[in-house]
């Protein structure tokens, strides 16, 4: 791809952006500067606290930037209403709620939520169901009624039900067996693929970052060390970085 065709396919432009926890507390992220570009799988790693989970709830404005600014497209976020920001950028957090509803109303709720016509609302719930092989028992059962893993499932489809333009996941295969945790990046690699959505993912599997994304986003403190091509990443130096920042950060609450 040209740098031109590249540029104008920009999704999200990270300006400077910081985040303070509380009132002259310190920073979560600090001047943090990126872009996303359309079809980019990036992979968000580093250590506990580096501010991986604070990145992605300031994309779809579940949290609120300190300073600096994010643009997708050509406006800035906080320009555009969160309710249709959030049909664009969609988040689906590492601990997700179906909010006293049964699997079928928590898939189906956002396209309702747009006024989806029923035929298509159906048509959606059936192909998003089928790919991720969630069963049909599933769909009326309650919050209570599924696993850690299966909410996880539920969450991920129900976000792919409305087909963001951006999908943010943290830990989105943390609670899932091996089987089904590798059928799920398939279908999420064939599906941004083929859609040209950009995702960004928080994750501490390496192997899967490699397998999986094109670039990688390093933080530590709140600051953005690293952006990388897969190409360029040095793997094991990488993990190597991630297990002596994790020590020391196990030595300082001690």
């Avoid at 497209?73 to 320009?79: L, P, S, T």
């Avoid at 192997?207 to 190409?231: I, P, W």
């Amino acid at each position: 791809m040209s740098s031109l065709a590249r540029s104008e396919s920009i999704h999200l432009r990270l300006q400077q952006v910081s985040l303070i926890a509380g009132v002259g507390s310190h920073y979560l992220l600090q001047d943090v500067s990126c872009d996303v570009f359309r079809g980019d799988r990036i992979a968000i790693i580093g250590p506990s606290g580096a501010g991986k989970t604070s990145l992605l709830k300031l994309l779809n404005r579940l949290s609120e930037v300190t300073q600096g600014q994010i643009y997708f497209g050509d406006r800035e976020i906080r320009q555009i209403p969160v309710l249709q920001l959030r049909q664009q950028i969609t988040l689906v957090l590492q601990e997700s709620r179906l909010l006293g509803m049964t699997v079928r109303e928590a898939l189906v709720y956002p396209l309702r939520l747009r006024g989806t016509e029923r035929s298509l609302v159906q048509q959606r719930l059936e192909d998003w169901t089928e790919r991720l092989h969630i069963p049909l028992e599933w769909l009326d059962r309650a919050e209570l009624q599924l696993s850690v893993g299966q909410r996880q499932l539920v969450a991920i489809a129900r976000a792919l039900i409305v087909q963001p333009e951006v999908l943010l996941l943290d830990e989105p295969t943390s609670a899932l067996d091996a089987g089904r945790a590798a059928h799920v990046v398939r279908v999420l690699a064939n599906w941004a693929e083929s859609s040209q959505t950009s995702i960004l993912m928080v994750n501490h599997q390496l192997e899967l970052a490699e397998q999986f994304c094109n670039r990688v986003l390093y933080l530590h403190k709140g600051k953005l060390t690293d952006d990388l091509s897969v190409a360029k990443v040095n793997w094991e130096h990488l993990k190597q970085t991630l297990i002596k920042a994790e020590a020391e950060i196990a030595q300082e609450w001690e």
